[in-house]
């Protein structure tokens, strides 16, 4: 079953001659449970790929369907709750809130929804993710390993239809990297999430159930 289904996707940036194709048709599909890596050289429209399929920017034309969702009938206020509801996002910087324990971190996309936590979810997800004992934490206190569980606590706290992670493991060192390139792995079959990741790493990609490659806006 498909999670995202893209057709005739194009988005381009400026006019006449500063006109940039960033995306210049896409078809494609993305099967749910499974890790799909998108690769390419800079400037090949991996970014803007994964921000249109999150909600983050409109198409110049083409369609994009999310869960069964057309993205492009809903409103802005819309977009916003999709992205709340539906999405998580891991960016290559943390972005924790510095005046928030780890706890309230993990917790705060659900406490922009007015939503109550599943407890025995969080613990588990919590336990899995080696946090347990840093709940009270701030994120100061914390290594950058640690800090990247802690966005990927938050990004799979909502229970999203689809996770968008762009270049999760660029601002770690060679051996956290690793260690959380093997984590997303095991999240992605632990909790059965979908997951596309834009990724320069060969070994993340390897890891991958696919791999999507680009160059100059198109699929090779």
């Not at 601002?171 to 059965?192: E, M, P, Q, W, Y």
């Amino acid at each position: 079953m498909d999670i995202v289904t893209i057709c005739g996707l194009k988005k381009y940036f400026g006019a006449g001659s500063r006109l940039v194709k960033a995306l210049d048709g896409i078809e494609l599909s993305i099967e749910k449970g499974r890790l799909t890596a998108v690769i390419g050289p800079s400037g090949s429209g991996k970014t803007t790929l994964l921000g249109i399929i999150g909600g983050l920017y409109e198409p110049t034309e083409g369609s994009v369907i999310v869960g069964g969702v057309h993205l492009s009938t809903l409103s802005e206020e819309q977009l916003t709750v999709f992205r709340r509801r539906k999405v998580g996002f891991l960016f290559q910087e943390c972005r924790l809130i510095p005046e928030l324990t780890v706890e309230e971190n993990i917790l705060f996309p659900l406490a922009l929804d007015d939503s109550f936590p599943d407890r025995a979810f969080f613990a588990g997800l919590t336990d899995f993710l080696e946090l347990s004992d840093r709940l009270d934490w701030y994120p100061r206190m914390l290594s950058g390993g640690q800090q990247k569980r802690v966005a990927i606590a938050r990004a799979l706290i909502t229970k999203p239809a689809l996770i968008l992670a762009d270049e999760p493991t660029g601002s770690l060192d060679l051996k956290n990297g690793r260690n959380i390139a093997g984590l997303l792995r095991r999240t992605t079959d632990v909790f059965h999430q979908t997951l596309v990741m834009v990724t320069h790493s060969r070994e993340l990609a390897q890891m991958a159930d696919r791999v999507v490659r680009l160059r100059d806006g198109r699929l090779i």
